[in-house]
């Protein structure tokens, strides 16, 4: 039998040990802002009911899920053939009972309803694990992906809004990016619906405003008329996509636009109180107000935010918004949740792309003890146990091999030193250390080894 060329499901990836400790690098310094800010962490399973997932992210978010087939024949168990006349849905729902989340949002609504009686309210959460979408693999894109979530459930204040904008910037201030935070309400994109005279029609018309980036006015005028759009209402929507101007002159223009949308103008004194308050705990970031930003997702109700990088381009990195209405989904009511989700795989790649990640995440080992033989391994075994318990990663080579192999492993491990222990320094108790980094060597007396590494 011919030997099969191993391969993995487009849109996922192997990680290698750098890529590791840089991923790693990235989920520390946003957990340590999560847990300043109050934030405590959970993690719900990889699959769940698909009946928890279906109808949360519209129609496009729906044909994206990721659906786990019962076992045994469930062709046969469901009672399906082809006169069944089931819907593509009610056909999943019969075969598949499970699905891969598709966020950490959801789930996250689905745990509040079902653990309510053991949450303090309102409840600050954040959350790591991967998602999987049945998406296109592109650049920036891909099927199983991680999410860093963090929410605030039980609470209508939108200082939580400023708040979660006050995280961004210090997330990414610590990653050493410059971003733009977008920030617009879907209030308001119901109020552009309603004054134009097609509130039924909200859903297809915020899908295609969401467009607006990636294909254009034009597109976005054909793909509105294409659903059912009158061109007159699509007329009376073209002056708002196209305004451009500060963001002070965005809300004027607003107010008049949505004048007689009373909850188009709640949503532009909202974003007017965020605002402000955001302006007054003197972000970094840029933020601007985006009319065009609807984020495609059906549940959400009040602030939406968006966030770019300025340095590379690429989707965003980061988004999220106001949700009032998931929790009475799964019996609820009456529980306004708001957080944002930091797409760690996009971070990467930017990260990667402008060499943004800190010299130390490159090696794993801070040190190498040469091996010269049984009686200097057995000294540098006792030496590198006194540099673990003061917290310096080291190893020793587990062969007496050739010097040129052993420095060449440290080379390709990228570590920063390597100590050599032959005759004279076992005679003398004494170690010799060669800094890689800079080409230099020193030998000092082997009780000063963890005070040296230490200095360096």
């Known amino acids: ?37 109050g934030y405590q962490p959970i993690e719900t399973p990889a699959m769940e009911n698909l009946s928890t997932l279906l ?29 069944s006349g089931i819907d593509s849905n009610g056909l999943s729902l019969k075969i598949s009972e499970k699905g891969l989340r598709y966020d950490l949002t959801v789930p996250f609504a689905r745990y509040v309803v079902q653990h309510q009686n053991e949450i303090n309210f309102p409840f600050r959460r954040f959350q790591v694990q991967p998602v999987w979408r049945a998406d296109r693999p592109q650049k920036g894109r891909y099927r199983e992906f991680y999410q860093c979530d963090v929410d605030v459930i039980g609470s209508n204040s939108l200082l939580n809004e400023a708040e979660l904008i ?29 004054v134009t005279g097609q509130a039924d029609k909200i859903v297809p018309i915020t899908v295609a405003i969401d467009k607006l980036e990636k294909i254009g006015l034009q597109k976005v005028r054909e793909e509105m008329e294409s659903q059912g759009i009158p061109p007159e209402a699509v007329e009376k929507l073209l002056p708002l996509l196209s305004f451009e101007g ?54 959400y109700t ?26 009475g989904i799964f019996g ?36 190498l003890f040469v091996n010269f ?20 990663s080291c190893e020793l080579y587990p062969e007496a091999a050739k010097l040129k192999k052993q420095f060449s ?23 010799t250390v060669k800094n890689m980094r800079k080409g230099e060597q020193v030998t000092i007396p082997a009780k000063e080894l963890v005070t040296h590494l230490s200095r360096e």
Do not use: W
């Not at 978010?61 to 659906?67: P, S, T, V, Y």
């Not at 006050?166 to 309603?194: C, H, P, S, Y």
């Not at 930091?342 to 490159?362: C, H, K, W």
């Open 1 to 37: 039998m011919a030997s099969q060329t191993p391969s993995i499901p487009k849109g996922t990836r192997d990680f290698s040990p750098v890529e590791v400790r840089r991923r790693e690098y990235i989920f520390g310094q946003l957990k340590d802002v999560f847990r300043l800010h």
């Open 55 to 83: 109808g949360k992210y519209g129609e496009e978010g729906d044909k994206l899920l990721f659906k786990v087939l019962n076992s045994g024949n469930f062709m046969a168990d469901a009672g399906i053939n082809a006169s």
């Open 166 to 194: 006050l995280i961004i910037d210090e997330a990414f201030q610590r990653l050493n990016l410059k971003v733009m935070v977008k920030i617009n309400n879907r209030k308001i994109l119901t109020g552009i619906a309603e």
């Open 246 to 299: 500060s963001t002070a002159e965005k809300l004027t223009f607003l107010k008049n636009y949505l004048a007689d949308s009373e909850t188009g103008l709640l949503g532009v004194k909202e974003l007017e109180e965020v605002l402000g308050l955001v302006v007054s705990l003197g972000i970094h970031s840029k933020v601007e107000l985006d009319i065009s930003l609807a984020r495609g997702l059906n549940y």
């Open 302 to 327: 009040g602030i939406i935010i968006e966030v770019k990088s300025e340095e590379a381009v690429i989707g965003s990195i980061c988004g999220g918004g106001r949700y009032d209405n998931l929790t």
């Open 332 to 367: 609820l009511a009456g529980i306004s949740g708001v957080g944002v989700s930091f797409g760690a795989d996009r971070i990467y790649d930017v990260m990667l792309s402008l060499n943004r990640f800190p010299e130390d995440t490159q090696a794993s080992t801070r040190a």
């Open 373 to 392: 033989g049984t009686a200097e391994a057995a000294f540098a075994m006792q030496l590198s146990s006194d540099l673990r318990k003061a917290g310096i």
């Open 409 to 431: 492993y440290a080379d390709g491990r990228a570590v920063p030193f390597v100590i050599i222990i032959g005759e004279d320094e076992l005679r003398d108790q004494k170690v």
